[in-house]
């Protein structure tokens, strides 16, 4: 049941006292980086894990700016890999990794795999991106650590995704969740119904980008699968930061790993347990660029309870988002994901959508348009009157403003390999 009983069910106490160990080697080590050396950080005292707080904020700005090898700690010769996260917001940053980071890596995503089933035979679809993007070679390692038959099939192609799941008796994928919606709907259009063409398949990862639990649902149903949250960030390693184990109930962050603080985005200080805030962290075991107090700009709270999986790490509920996805509109504060959860949530709605945010006026006006099921333009168009007021309505009521509804033909909206773009802002600055 796990990969590594002894760290994973650890006591509290136990786990805090290698994390207290795990973070002085970390200062130790950081401090040879040039930036962290500019930053005076070997002159900071830690003793406990208390007085972190003292130590300084690192943020995505000071990646950018030691760019190519400032935050690097160890002999250029020593380094073995380099990756850069997908620049949803901006200039790409860099992360480099020595062999025995690529191999705790590859120990953290096994970790990940072994909890939600996955076992030594098994064969895995990584349908994520590979190359520069840490999704693909990240669960990939991890997968053959397993020992999976990994099929790198990277997103796109979508027929022959499908074809490979088949033929190979697939077991597991990992997919972004948005694109995950799209091969549902490319699965239903060749007439495949997975319970029947897709037996073996039992397993979706879904991470990479923020979903709702209706999101979850849909692939699940769809499929007849399990589907998992799975978070990370390339700045601390990419995948296998934090995963949901089979009680769906929250993400454990492997602690092990990586210290995790909550704060407030504004004030910088600690919120209170269970509050909402920012999620920053900082690496306990790595060795080529270790990070202090990463501020991920990703907003998250702890689930402090025990949880019934029997793994002593704590959980994280699911990300809503990136303060920085936060769409401000007519002075109300919303997240895509809200609106997704509405849409999902309402039947004849099919999965792809978009937000796009114009001024009219002086005003904010904001379009939601959403694809339709085939059916639901067939025969009397009063169908569609009502489904769009009680979207409307629906809408309304969970975001606080109303939005114009677009009903749009199957398969008209844009679809992203990659992450998906959900919103479109076209308001004067
Ligand atoms: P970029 O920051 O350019 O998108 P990354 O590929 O490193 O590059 O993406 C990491 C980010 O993706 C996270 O900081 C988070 O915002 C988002 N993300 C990753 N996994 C999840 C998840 N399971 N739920 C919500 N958001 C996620
Ligand atoms: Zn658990």
């Known amino acids: 049941m796990y990969w590594d009983k002894e760290i994973e069910t650890m006591s509290r106490d136990q786990l805090e006292e290698l994390q207290l160990k795990r973070l002085k080697e970390t200062l130790k080590q950081a401090s040879k980086a040039p930036f962290y050396k500019s930053l005076g950080l070997e002159d900071y005292e830690v003793r406990t894990l208390d007085d972190i ?6 943020t995505k700005e000071d990646l950018r700016e030691s760019y190519p090898y400032g935050m690097v700690s160890v002999d250029r010769k020593d380094l073995v890999r380099l990756h850069s996260s997908s620049g949803t917001t901006g200039t790409p940053t860099v992360v480099f990794h020595t062999i025995k980071d690529i191999d705790a890596w590859s120990e953290l995503v096994a970790r990940c795999l072994y909890m939600v089933g996955v ?27 397993v020992g999976c038959l990994t099929i790198p099939s990277g997103p796109g192609n979508t027929k022959r995704q499908l074809k490979f799941l088949k033929d190979f008796d697939v077991n597991f994928v990992h997919v972004i969740p948005s694109y995950a919606l799209y091969l549902a709907d490319t699965a239903e259009s060749m007439g495949i119904e997975p319970s029947r063409d897709l037996p073996h398949l039992r397993t979706a990862l879904i991470g990479a980008e923020p979903h709702s639990e209706e999101t979850r649902k849909k692939i699940e149903n769809f499929f007849s699968i399990d589907a998992y949250n799975s978070y990370g960030l390339s700045e601390m390693n ?12 929250g993400m454990h962050i492997w602690e092990d790993a990586y210290l995790v603080e909550i704060v407030n985005p504004h004030t910088l ?24 107090r990463y501020r991920t700009k990703d907003l998250t709270s702890i689930i402090d309870s025990t949880c ?23 002075g109300v504060n919303i997240f895509p994901v809200q609106v997704e959860a509405v849409l999902l949530g309402t039947p004849g709605v099919r999965r792809n959508y978009q937000i796009v945010l114009e001024s009219k006026g002086h005003n904010d006006h904001m379009i939601v348009k959403v694809e339709l ?10 169908g569609l009157e009502k489904l769009k007021k009680s979207l409307t309505r629906d809408l309304r009521d969970e975001l606080l403003i109303t939005p114009e509804i677009e009903l749009c033909e199957p398969g008209s909206l844009p679809v992203s390999e990659g992450k998906a773009v959900r919103v479109i802002d076209k308001r004067e600055e």
């Open 238 to 249: 990419g995948p296998g930061v934090a995963f949901e184990c089979p009680e769906k109930n």
């Open 119 to 145: 076992r030594k035979g098994d064969v895995f679809q990584n349908m994520i991106g590979y190359g520069l993007f840490t999704g693909g070679l990240g669960l990939h390692y991890g997968a053959e650590r």
């Open 269 to 292: 200080s600690h919120v209170k347990p269970g509050e909402t805030g920012e999620l920053v962290l900082t690496t306990l075991s790595r060795e080529g660029m270790p990070i202090i």
């Open 308 to 330: 019934a999986c029997g793994r002593t790490h704590r959980r994280i509920t699911r990300i809503s988002g990136r303060s920085d996805d936060m769409l401000i509109v007519k």
């Open 53 to 58: 707080e003292k130590l300084p904020f690192t």
């Open 373 to 382: 099921d085939p059916g639901m333009f067939v025969g009397d168009i009063r």
